[in-house]
Nanobody
């Protein structure tokens, strides 16, 4: 089992940047495929980015964030990151980190693929 804690959210002006972090407990972080999702008020939780386990060779992004967001992982620090550049008001949401053991080497985009979730961190972009 793994516990996830997100950090790095906050208030930023449109066009600005933030880097979210998700710290995982346990000694087997490298065995988990990781993902970032977000949920805006009144909307369903949606996929943002995902990275496969171990080397993170497989990465996937939602179309809405491609070219602006970058997901990465540091297994030595048990942490996955989401670098967000060029933020706009539509990026305002609570951002959640998710994990699943291995996941077949894929970067998983379906919310139902994940077994563990963090508590979320708020990102607010002012226009």
């Amino acid at each position: 089992q793994v516990q996830l804690v997100e950090s790095g959210g906050g208030l930023v002006q449109a066009g600005g940047s933030l880097r979210l972090s998700c710290a995982a407990s346990g000694r087997t972080f490298s065995s988990y495929a990781m993902g970032w999702f977000r949920q805006a008020p009144g909307k369903e939780r949606e996929f943002v980015a995902a990275i496969s386990w171990w080397t993170g060779a497989m990465i996937s992004y939602a179309e809405s964030v491609k070219g602006r967001f970058t997901i990465s992982r540091d297994n030595a620090k048990n942490t996955v990151y989401l670098q967000m550049n060029g933020l706009n008001a539509e990026d305002t949401a609570v951002y959640y980190c998710a994990a699943r053991l291995r996941g077949g080497g894929a970067a998983m985009v379906d919310i139902h693929d994940y077994d563990y979730w963090g508590q979320g961190t708020q990102v607010t972009v002012s226009s």
